[in-house]
């Protein structure tokens, strides 16, 4: 003869979606009954809903905005950058074209397509949306009021996409400026074209 005698189970037995149990204790340490907890729509809405909505406002007046400083003049778009990085007197051309070459080399996001005749085409490619631009360095001589003949790299930098850079195309080149600093040269920025600045 079994020792338990076994019966049927009810619905009752079973969790259903909105009656979870939720046992309490009072001081005596004796279990109260089970809670029901009540799963509410209207703040799961509130939520979820809401944060999007801000969301969604933000990015367009951000836009508005955008458009808005554009066209009327506010912030000047370019997609295009010329700047004549001169040298200190008494750096040679050969001696500021050799540098450029191991300044573009070291940095990653630059690849030189060509070089030679103190001429180098590259291609940079920017670190979160992969676009890519074209870049030109010429090392020459120049001669200037200041200084007299000195070297001077001029530095052209063009996006293929968009009509704006976002000052992309001036970071461009500053990254060979900044290599060039870093080697303890003297370098003066004269900007010719285009070049925005964020």
């Not at 808005?68 to 370019?78: D, E, H, M, P």
């Not at 008494?90 to 030679?116: N, P």
């Not at 009021?145 to 970071?171: L, P």
């Amino acid at each position: 003869m079994p020792l338990f005698k076994s019966r049927k189970k009810s619905t009752d037995d079973y969790l259903t979606f909105d009656t979870i149990p939720e046992f309490n204790f009072n001081t005596n340490g004796n279990r109260r009954g089970p809670k029901k907890l009540k799963l509410c729509c209207c703040c799961a809405l509130w939520c979820c809903i809401v944060p999007c909505v801000l969301a969604c406002c933000i990015i367009l007046v951000t836009v508005v905005a955008a458009v808005i400083l554009f066209s009327s003049g506010v912030i000047k778009a370019s997609n295009v950058c010329r700047i004549n990085y001169k040298m200190s007197p008494g750096v040679t051309v050969t001696q500021t074209f050799a540098q450029l070459v191991d300044c573009l080399d070291d940095v990653q996001s630059y690849r030189i397509i060509s070089e030679g005749n103190n001429t180098v085409v590259a291609e940079h490619t920017t670190s979160f949306w992969k676009y890519v631009d074209d870049v030109f360095f010429d090392v020459i001589r120049m001669e200037t009021a200041e200084s007299g003949n000195v070297t001077v790299i001029e530095a052209y930098s063009h996006s293929r996409v968009g009509k704006s850079d976002f000052g992309q195309n001036y970071k461009n080149l500053n990254l060979v400026k900044d290599c060039f600093v870093s080697m303890a040269y003297e370098v003066d920025e004269d900007i010719v074209e285009g070049c925005t600045f964020y």
